[in-house]
């Protein structure tokens, strides 16, 4: 299995393949099922700029995509373009409840400023969350 510094290193690499013309903000991610199969993505802007998105989200419909369902982890790296990492980048709402839909509470997220590795889970990150389970309970 891929390790945790494995993974930020890809989503290093991720990052560089952003498309962020206005914010000047890159963003990477390298996602990881469980059978060890890792998926990429980086943040994708629009002149219009709703129809941007995130790295996470190109990383998991890349991932859905392929095919894969059962999802372990995340790296996110996020800054200045062109410049290092200074700071922790974390998922922001949107794809939170993009996870939500397919991982749950025990989904690890991983964060680096470079120095430091920070490791939370989506139950942290989306606390008392609408999910399919709620659906289910009303069908
Ligand atoms: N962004 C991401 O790709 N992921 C995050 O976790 C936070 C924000 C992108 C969206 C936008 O292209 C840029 O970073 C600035 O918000």
Redesign the pocket.
């Given at each position: 299995m891929i390790s945790d510094e494995d993974l930020i290193s890809l989503a290093k690499v991720a990052r560089t393949r952003s498309y962020?013309p206005y914010?000047r903000?890159t963003?990477g991610a390298a996602l990881v099922t469980a059978g060890g199969r890792v998926f990429t993505g980086a943040?994708i802007?629009n002149a219009a700029y709703s129809p941007?998105v995130?790295?996470?989200r190109v990383a998991f419909f890349t991932a859905l995509h392929a095919g894969a369902r059962d999802f372990s982890a995340i790296a996110?790296v996020?800054g200045a373009a062109g410049e290092p990492l200074r700071s922790f980048?974390?998922?922001?709402g949107v794809?939170r409840q993009v996870m939500r839909e397919f991982c749950a509470d025990g989904f690890r997220v991983l964060m680096t400023d470079g120095e430091q590795i920070r490791e939370t889970t989506l139950g942290a990150l989306l606390p008392e969350s609408f999910s399919p389970d709620n659906l289910r309970e009303n069908g």
């Open positions: 962020a914010s903000f963003v943040n802007e941007s995130c790295a996470e996110v996020g980048t974390a998922p922001c794809c």
